[in-house]
């Protein structure tokens, strides 16, 4: 488990960034929600962000499965946080895979003025490649946590989300019934039961 520097320094607060990555239900928001609750508790101030297009549940809160929500603010681009979030000690960013390339700019800029950054999303797509612009916030993140899923077909610990629906969209947000969290090899299993993908491909 991640945990928190103890800050009784005097000193003004060191920015720094984490990043929460995972497949589809590995638990990304259930912990990216434990950290800033925390940081309430310790009565910082938290502002949450997430992308515009995240609408699966409800539009001002950030929703994981287990409906442990938490409000958040909805924006259509990353460099909307910087001009929401003056006065914020800690900034959570959940669904971070769909926002754009200025995010990682964005988090460093917050980290630089002393924003201590929590982003939660998913490292791959459903087909197993690199998600938007977690691999660049993976690469300047102060501290990752990756968390994995349970493979549905085998019982170990998962780390791929295999979907199952025909819709080829990448920003297809179905739940149960259009993804199914898969380990390495069970992953490459369906992969290969399956006729290759023109994505796949290329
Ligand atoms: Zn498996």
Same mark, same amino acid.
């Given at each position: 488990?991640? =945990?928190?520097?103890?800050?009784?320094?005097?000193?003004?607060?060191?920015?720094?960034?984490? +990043?929460?990555?995972?497949?589809?239900?590995?638990?990304?928001?259930?912990?990216?929600?434990?950290?800033?609750?925390? *940081?309430?508790?310790?009565?910082?101030?938290?502002?949450?962000?997430?992308?515009? =297009?995240?609408?699966?549940?409800?539009?001002?809160?950030?929703?994981?499965?287990?409906?442990?929500?938490?409000?958040?603010?909805? +924006?259509?681009?990353?460099?909307?946080?910087?001009?929401?979030? %003056?006065?914020?000690? +800690?900034?959570?960013?959940?669904?971070?895979?769909?926002?754009?390339?200025?995010?990682?700019?964005? !988090?460093?800029?917050? *980290?630089?003025?002393?924003?201590?950054?929590?982003?939660?999303?998913?490292?791959? &797509?459903?087909?197993?490649?690199?998600?938007?612009?977690?691999?660049? =916030?993976?690469?300047? *993140? &102060?501290?990752?946590?990756? +968390?994995?899923?349970? !493979?549905?077909?085998?019982?170990?610990?998962?780390?791929?989300?295999?979907?199952?629906?025909?819709? &080829?969209?990448?920003?297809?947000?179905?739940?149960? &019934?259009?993804?199914?969290?898969?380990?390495?090899?069970?992953?490459?299993?369906? %992969?290969?039961?399956?006729?290759?993908?023109?994505?796949? *491909?290329?």
């Amino acid at each position: 488990m991640f =945990l928190e520097q103890n800050r009784k320094d005097p000193r003004p607060a060191k920015g720094c960034i984490e +990043v929460i990555a995972g497949c589809m239900f590995s638990g990304k928001t259930e912990e990216l929600i434990r950290r800033l609750k925390r *940081a309430k508790i310790a009565r910082l101030r938290v502002e949450i962000f997430k992308p515009s =297009l995240e609408q699966r549940y409800d539009e001002n809160n950030i929703v994981s499965h287990d409906s442990n929500a938490i409000l958040s603010t909805p +924006v259509p681009s990353s460099p909307n946080i910087l001009l929401l979030s %003056h006065q914020a000690d +800690v900034i959570g960013i959940d669904e971070a895979q769909f926002f754009d390339d200025q995010l990682p700019y964005v !988090c460093e800029t917050l *980290a630089a003025q002393g924003t201590r950054v929590i982003i939660a999303g998913l490292d791959m &797509d459903y087909l197993g490649k690199p998600f938007g612009p977690m691999p660049h =916030l993976l690469a300047i *993140a &102060d501290y990752i946590t990756k +968390v994995h899923a349970i !493979c549905m077909h085998c019982g170990d610990l998962a780390t791929h989300s295999f979907r199952h629906a025909v819709d &080829d969209s990448l920003i297809l947000l179905g739940e149960k &019934d259009s993804y199914i969290p898969l380990c390495r090899a069970c992953y490459a299993r369906q %992969h290969a039961e399956i006729p290759i993908r023109k994505e796949q *491909a290329d």
